[in-house]
């Protein structure tokens, strides 16, 4: 079930170093909302605080609040495992697991997570999550081969396959299709709009055309020379990129820079 997140006051640090500063921003449940902004602005650094992926990087901390259907996740005591089953996250690269076949990437999180192990349950998990990841019909007769044996967009698919199995419900995106021709790209973003609605998406990236296509609602993010990321606009897609109301917006998204 797609679920709203809402962050408050977040400030995202890297050692002494802020790189995300005061971000207040609604993503809302079913919608897909993408992040834009030039090369280190910190939009993939705010992807990585909505699930706690930032905290994995050594001498990193987060202030401020990040409301996951008004459930705080940086609270004592929430568990940051049992969170990212809620909030999957899907990387710039395909990475699926160099050691195990299509099936057994699918339902590793089922297994690991959910503590599956019925062969006929993971075979439905694996069928269900790869027809929603428009991978089913590609991989069907082959399940027993590597995952990395597919071409690259197929891998991206596999794991957002991956992803979808734990039933999460935000998908966060970074840059899902920067690494894929404009064929296996075209798939990725169909398949972000079938999925709109059933999960609340995420999605960083440098692709103007890209935003304007997918996303429901679009926020910029930009850092001056010495200024940590701060958020300048955040609007419906369609209205930011006709009538965005700050001059830097109007900026980027027309190319004056970035």
Request: aromatic share 6%.
């Amino acid at each position: 079930m797609a679920s709203e997140i809402v962050v408050r006051d977040l400030n995202a640090y890297y050692g002494a170093h802020c790189a995300v500063e005061g971000v207040n921003i609604r993503f809302q449940a079913g919608a897909i909302t993408a992040l834009i902004g030039p090369s280190g602005c910190g939009k993939s650094t705010l992807l990585r605080c909505l699930n706690r992926m930032h905290e994995v990087i050594p001498n990193t901390r987060v202030d401020g609040q990040v409301l996951l259907d008004a459930t705080n996740l940086y609270a004592p005591g929430v568990d940051a495992t049992l969170l990212r089953q809620r909030v999957g996250m899907v990387f710039q690269r395909p990475n699926p697991f160099p050691t195990m076949t299509i099936f057994e990437n699918v339902v590793a999180g089922a297994k690991l997570a959910n503590h599956v192990r019925d062969r006929h349950t993971l075979a439905d998990i694996a069928e269900r999550s790869l027809r929603r990841a428009a991978l089913w019909d590609e991989v069907k007769d082959k399940l027993h081969r590597s995952g990395t044996s597919l071409s690259g967009g197929q891998q991206q698919r596999l794991c957002i396959a991956r992803a979808l199995a734990v039933e999460p419900d935000v998908l966060l995106m970074d840059e899902p299709a920067s690494a894929l021709d404009p064929i296996s790209t075209t798939k990725i973003e169909d398949l972000m709009r079938e999925l709109k609605g059933a999960f609340t998406i995420i999605i960083v990236t440098h692709n103007m055309q890209q935003a304007a296509r997918v996303s429901d609602y679009t926020g910029f993010l930009l850092a001056g020379e010495n200024t940590p990321g701060q958020l300048i606009e955040f609007d419906e897609t369609s209205k930011m990129f006709t009538t965005p109301k700050d001059k830097r917006t109007e900026d980027y998204i027309t190319g004056r820079f970035g």
